[in-house]
Nanobody, 127 residues
């Protein structure tokens, strides 16, 4: 079972930036789409961004385009999420996840497409 571990969360003022990382315990994230999701208190888990196995294709939630950037370094088995101009509404627990199917770019914005998941990292943006 692939272990995914997120890090980089914390408390930041509005307008600030954070970089989240997601590391894998094995090589299993190679050849898979990887995604970031987030869940705010009292809300459903929502899609943030996804990247293809080689990082050349990315997609974002419409509301986050231009502020968030997803990237990956397969040599380091690491996925990243750079978040800029953070807003209080970005406050949430952020999760990384591996797409269930190898190579496939299918339903990448759906949480049901992903397994396993990391344990999440808290991001809190103060106003």
């Amino acid at each position: 079972q692939v272990q995914l571990v997120e890090s980089g969360g914390g408390l930041v003022q509005a307008g600030g930036s954070l970089r989240l990382s997601c590391t894998s315990s094995a090589l299993a994230i190679l050849n898979h789409v990887m995604g970031w999701f987030r869940q705010a208190p009292g809300k459903e888990r929502e899609f943030v961004a996804a990247t293809s196995w080689n990082g050349k294709t990315t997609t974002y939630a419409d509301s986050l385009k231009g502020r968030f950037t997803i990237s990956r370094d397969n040599a380091l088995n690491t996925l990243y999420l750079d978040m800029n101009n953070l807003k209080p509404e970005d406050t949430a627990v952020y999760y990384c996840a591996k797409h269930r199917q190898i190579w496939r770019w299918d339903a990448v914005d759906s949480s049901s497409s992903y397994d396993p998941w990391g344990q999440g990292t808290q991001v809190t943006v103060s106003s």
